[in-house]
Structures are given as structure tokens and as C-alpha cells.
């Protein structure tokens, strides 16, 4: 394998309370659950794990509330050896929770209480530049503060660092973000939202949406399309919108897909891949993430996973 990279994630944690169902409730009504599952889950940190999972360094910067969870969550990253320096315990939060409802086809529907999260402040960032070394990739979302996340991606540009942001869940961007991002890393969903947020663009066609979004930002993009895999284009070459096709596979449960797409893809880039070959493999892990239950649970590791690298390249 490549060098060992060094990713600093920017991002969330909240515990995944998970249930089951035959089908969504009704608006008052009270239904009875399949099974339910709780586990490690939050955006950042399941981008966090699955680029710690494929080898690479990966420094953990979030805030966890001064409760149970928060200690577990320490546990949690020191036994799957996430760095914890920059991981803030907030005095007065409880720590992150998303209620999560899966759907016999896989599909989810989720709520998060950010909590902590939000405590994640701009001067804990600076402090953390402070003493941070060297890194090659800072990736974030956005389910902590943006002015915390910017400031974050000011550092790490001045730093030489390559900066990625999945804009998940989607909200208006604050004016400066994109400016120090080099890559983004949204689903269909949250670009129709940017793109009509930002500069006012209904296409519907993705490939054409993505260009004229990508042109108009400049900046470089990789736009994950379920089933039928991811498409990539960057402005600066002079090439077509690329896409790069998945594998069919049998769903059970999508939850962290997209953040098993994003840790891989940013471990490519970061270990000096051409975005293609960063592609091929994120979509990869992230169809045999929805093959099992659960969020984090459900990444390749070990074995499973170098058989899937193997396979892959
Ligand atoms: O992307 C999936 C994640 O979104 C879940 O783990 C949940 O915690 C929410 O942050």
C-alpha cells in the first residue's frame, strides 16, 4: 500500500439510534418497530473511520458532550486509533444523537440533535492549527459550525493541505467556503439544492448541472448518483463530465454510504491516486457498506477489505 497518509476530519459524531420498519408512521400514529440498533455514526466521523479503516493517519476534530456517550465516543476512536488531541469535551452539551428509520428497501429517513457539535467554535479550531502538523487532505461536512469549518480550511490551505467538503445535510453556504475548498462532494440531492440556492440553475440533467455548477464556482467535483456511481468533473481540465459506474448489489440499509464514499475517496486523493482510480474504490466500499446494517458497523475492514481493494485495482 501507498505511504501513510495523513487526513485531519473536521466533523460530526452523534450515536445512531436506529429502528427498523415496515413502513413510516403516519402523522399521529404510533407503529411497532422491526428491530433496532444503535451504534458510532455522525458524518465526520464515519468519513473518519473509513479512511482510518483503509490506512490512513487520521486525526479526529469534533466536540462530544461531558456525558456517557462522550466518553464512549473517546473509547471509540482511541480502539479504531483516531487521533483524540482535538477532540473538545463540551461542559454544557450532551453529545450528538441522530434517530434514524430505515426502510425495508434500504432507503432512511434521519433527524440530529447536534448537540456538542455545535459547540465545535472557531477557537478550538485555531488552537488546534496551533499544534497540528503537516496534513495532506482536511475534510469536512456540514453538520458542525461553518465558520468553524472555514477557519479550518484557511489552516489547512495555508498548510499545503487539500481541502473536501461533502456539503451534507445541505444548507446555504457561507460566501468564503468555497473559495478554500478544492474538492466537493455532493449527492444529486444536495446539488439541485446548491445549485438553485447559489446561482439559481434548475437542470435537470446532473451531468449538465454539474458542469455549470462547477464552472461557475470553480472547483472541482465528484457527485455521488446512487446505483448508477459518481460523476466527475473538474473545471480546470479540459475534459468531459466523467462517470465513473458502481456495482448492482442487494440493499439493506444505506446509512453512511455516502460517508464510506467520502473517507475513501479523500484516502485516494490524499495517498496521490488520479480522482478516477479514488472514485473506483470509494464506490466500492460504499456498495458493500449498504449490503449490511448500520452506519460505521456495516465498513469492510481486515480481510473483507484488502479482498475488495484487491478486486477493485
Ligand atoms: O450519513 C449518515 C449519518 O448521518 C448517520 O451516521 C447519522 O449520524 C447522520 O449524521
Redesign the pocket.
Known sequence: MSKQVKITVIG?N?I?LTTFLRRFPQKGETIFGKEFQQGF???G??QAIMASLLGAEVTMVTAVGKDSYGQEWLDHYQEEGIATDFVKVAEDSHS?V?A?WVEPDGDNR?V?SSGANDELSVDHIQETFEQLPPQDIILSQL?NPQESILEGFKRGKKMGATTILNP?PAEPLLDEILEYTDWLLPNETELAFLAKEMYGLTVEDPIELVKEFATLANINMVVTIGPAGALLYMPNENRPVVRVETVSVKVKDT??A??AFCGSFAYGLASGWEPEAAIKLANVLASDSVQKIG??RAYARDEHLQYLIKQTF
Do not use: L
Open positions: 460530526s452523534m445512531d455514526g455522525g458524518k466521523s464515519n450528538g441522530a434514524i434521519i440530529i453538520e451534507a446509512t453512511g455516502g460517508d452506519t460505521q
